[in-house]
């Protein structure tokens, strides 16, 4: 580990972010490889899938981008650490509530979503959805690269690919289930995992420009994340009476993802 830190310390910070939110994008279509093999996937699984999803996500986002937000926010000065970290939260949900409002989308469970389009496909916006998702993680994994904790940045984009995994092989059992190709449902759940790339360049140009910035970038890519976690996944999984459960798996991703931090941070 130490010696791929001082290798990746010689890189830039913007092709760090570029690099790691690639390889955590490529966690969708790595995930969504074993629907070539086993291509039935229950509701029930499906949700069981989300919800460890969402538990790697929430303690990605305690441990990989709070904690070392407010461990950081001191050097930025001004105000005080919490406040800076607070607002910054409050600042990443709200962006991406209003992103999520005026641009069209559609979920497996919940439906649409936004404006109506009668010109675009529900696969599109399925599509579109699942885009929305993965563009703060993204995001937050260009952020950790930015800053100075290689090693954080490493676990938050383990993580990250990690809680990808799950959420591809759902993607494409679901686009196959509707009467999409084999091809066609891994293709698409791949693409989706590409905009992680475009949210890791804003995240780590944006903090590379001033140091800080740093707190701000983490603190509103856990925002975001939190966002998409309370406000889409947890009631996408809960609406075919899978909640206990769920919240079993959910607790399980936690887990893995607070002792992966520790093994790795």
Do not use: C
């Not at 740093?214 to 909640?243: C, D, K, Y």
């Amino acid at each position: 580990m130490e010696n791929l830190t001082l290798s990746l310390g010689q890189l830039s910070p913007l092709t760090l972010g570029l690099l790691g939110s690639f390889v955590a994008g490529m966690g969708t279509g790595v995930g969504a490889l074993p629907m070539f093999f086993a291509p039935r996937l229950t509701p029930r699984a499906q949700d069981l899938l989300l919800g460890l999803s969402a538990g790697i996500m929430l303690a990605a986002t305690f441990f990989s981008l709070i904690l070392p937000g407010l461990e950081s926010a001191p050097e930025a000065g001004g105000l005080n650490p919490p406040v800076i970290i607070f607002l910054g939260i409050l600042l990443g949900a709200a962006g991406l509530y209003y992103i999520h409002k005026y641009v069209p989308h559609e979920h497996f469970v919940g439906g649409h979503e936004g404006p109506e389009t009668p010109g675009l496909g529900s696969m599109w916006l399925i599509v579109l959805a699942i885009t929305l998702h993965n563009f703060p993680e993204g995001l937050a994994v260009g952020v950790g690269f930015g800053g100075t904790d290689i090693n954080n940045a490493i676990t938050l984009m383990i993580g990250i690919g990690l809680q990808n995994m799950p959420e591809g092989l759902v993607v494409a059992v679901a686009l196959l289930a509707a009467g999409h190709s084999r091809a066609k449902a891994f293709g698409l759940s791949f693409l989706t995992g590409m905009v992680e790339p475009v949210g890791g360049l804003v995240g780590a140009g944006a903090v590379s420009m001033a140091a800080s910035l740093l707190p701000w970038g983490l603190a509103v890519a856990a925002g975001a994340m939190l966002f998409v976690i309370s406000n889409e996944i947890i009631p996408e999984t809960h609406r075919r009476g899978n909640q206990a459960p769920v919240t079993f798996t959910l607790l399980g991703g936690f887990g893995l993802m607070m002792m992966l931090d520790q093994l790795l941070g």
